[in-house]
């Protein structure tokens, strides 16, 4: 089978990748050749007989029809991610939206049309925590993006586009899936803490969206990725043990928003039953994290606190709260020296002394 796999080189895409590889199949990896993707890609050079990379941008309709040509499925998980995709959606939009629609259009052109795995997301139903903290999100709940949330918008859009295309497809909505090789993701400070949050180890996607290529089952379906009742835990819990597990210590809740957001534990019984993909829980995760950590445990202990600074100056949040506790001290230190400045300005005699004399 010949596969072809966008953002090939991202998070999900290396773990896919990486399951990919074990198997009899033809993989094409298509990706923006940025540094970071270049670097990863060579960790793949032992695998060029059943490996091509190709180089290109989703944006382009030609570059788009070449990469989808002689492809039997094709696993789309290519996407300008949040924070950035919020923060400049005018840039994400031709990218998540328009790319998703020339993959479709260049497989309609196909004469053997190619069979489509769209990644959607938990994001498309919003902020979840009004239903109680141990609701449990179906595919069958209504999108409900939250109020700033151009990225889960993005994800509704492409989702009806898919569904209308006359295409053989199946769509997965990720939960969230931390990925491994990176540090402190500034996206942590806008969930609240709060949130119920359920995670999905990157290896564990990677291994599902394997294992959907090669089912038939799955075709016409929406399923949840996320993984299972190991990997569920408040945020305030997720992001303190964490930052805990890295030596750096938990934050104050003042470093976190309160705004609506997204995320929240996820119905898996279908995708589980069909793909078996649940391998590790959250505790996996923290243990992971410690031993990535470990050899810098020396550097962190010493620098601790310079460390702490500069992370709670990453979150505006936690900015906007000192910026509104100066203000508020402020007023009180004009009344102390205008109280000052009256005393001095009286004559020392009418000074009572404290005995009196």
Not at 260 to 283: A, K, N, V
Not at 315 to 335: E, G, N
Request: glycine share 6%; net charge positive.
């Amino acid at each position: 089978m010949k596969i072809l796999l966008t953002g090939a080189f991202g998070n999900v895409g290396t773990s896919t990748l990486e399951e990919l590889v074990k198997r009899k199949h033809i993989i094409r990896c298509f990706d923006v050749p940025t540094r970071k993707n270049k670097r990863t890609a060579r960790k793949f050079k032992k695998y060029k007989n059943k490996l091509e990379i190709v180089w290109g941008d989703l944006r382009n309709p030609l570059q788009v029809i070449d990469a989808v040509e002689g492809i039997d499925v094709v696993i789309h998980l290519a996407a300008i991610i949040p924070p950035l995709a919020n923060e400049r959606p005018e840039l994400a939009e031709p990218v998540n939206v328009g790319g998703t629609r020339n993959i479709i259009n260049a497989i309609k052109k196909m004469p053997r049309k190619a069979k489509l795995i769209f990644s959607s997301s938990v994001a498309t139903y919003g902020d979840v925590r009004h239903k109680g903290c141990d609701y449990v999100i179906q595919v069958t709940d209504e999108f409900n993006p939250s109020p700033h949330d151009e990225y889960a918008r993005m994800k509704v859009r492409c989702e009806k586009m898919i569904q209308e295309s006359g295409l053989n497809w199946t769509i997965f909505r990720f939960a969230a899936i931390p990925p491994m090789d990176q540090g402190i993701d500034p996206l942590m400070y806008e969930v609240p803490l709060d949130t119920p949050i359920e995670m999905c180890h990157t290896k564990d996607t990677g291994l599902a969206m394997a294992n959907a290529s090669e089912n038939t089952e799955i075709w016409g379906k929406i399923m949840h990725i996320a993984g299972g009742e190991s990997c569920r835990v408040p945020y305030s819990e997720y992001v303190g043990r964490m930052l805990e597990a890295m030596g750096i210590g938990s934050l104050p809740e003042e470093a976190f928003s309160d705004e609506p957001f997204h995320c929240g534990y996820m119905d898996t019984t279908e995708s589980q039953r069909i793909l078996h993909y649940q391998r590790y829980s959250y505790e996996d995760y923290l243990q992971e994290t410690k031993q990535r950590y470990s050899f810098a445990k020396i550097f962190i202990k010493i620098f601790r606190p310079a460390i702490r600074h500069q992370l709670l100056r990453m979150s505006p949040h936690y900015r906007a709260y000192l910026k509104t506790v100066k203000q508020y001290m402020k007023p009180a230190k004009q009344t102390k020296k205008a109280k000052a400045k009256s005393v001095k300005t009286k004559p020392i005699e009418t000074i009572p002394s404290k005995t009196g004399k």
